[in-house]
């Protein structure tokens, strides 16, 4: 079964405004989680890497102001991309990172199962 | 040169045959590495492992070759429902984790 959840799994919003995207360890505690982003026919792209406590670590290129990341326990991390233009219509993924001794092989990545966001 | 590089294919195989992945990495320090599939639309799904030792599963079977930088998936008996992109990754050390682009694979009837 799923093991880590994402909400919602699909948004439309007008341009301008703000969007939240849920991402939840379902049956283990993640201090690393991670978030890409996936256009069409192209691969994952990581924007950036969430550590529970602590400031999320944003890949080159990814502003950290537009995409906001909060890791406010060990199964939860939040992305919000404020003000949202068309242009950041996309496929959003999280992963969670295991670690090792929770009944998971450690350092694996577990998807979620997407976000899929349309900007109009 | 890329750090994780995979044949994008396609690859277009009739139902039962044999297909094999390569996927090659830069980073000779790379600790672990993996295989997931994504279908089309969806998320990434660990498919496998790979241990240096190779391992196994079912049709599957991983393999890592530390000498020549470079990890491969074979699939026996391919099943229509294998269709898919399989995704390389590499990990290493740290957060530092690194996709391949993914192979497409189409399997026919």
Known sequence: GAVVSQHPSWVICKSGTSVKIECRSLDFQATTMFWYRQFPKQSLMLMATSNEGSKATYEQGVEKDKFLINHASLTLSTLTVTSAHPEDSSFYICSALTTPGQGRPGETQYFGPGTRLLVL | RKEVEQDPGPFNVPEGATVAFNCT?????????????????????????????????GRFTAQLNRASQYISLLIRDSKLS??????CVVNSGGFKTIFGAGTRLFVKA
């Not at chain 2, 294998?82 to 995704?87: C, M, P, Q």
């Open chain 2, 82 to 87: 294998d269709s898919a992109t399989y995704l």
């Open chain 2, 25 to 57: 990495y830069s980073n000779s320090a790379s600790q672990s590495f993996f295989w997931y599939r994504q279908d089309c639309r969806k998320e990434p799904k660990l498919l496998m492992s790979v241990y240096s030792s190779g391992n196994e599963d």
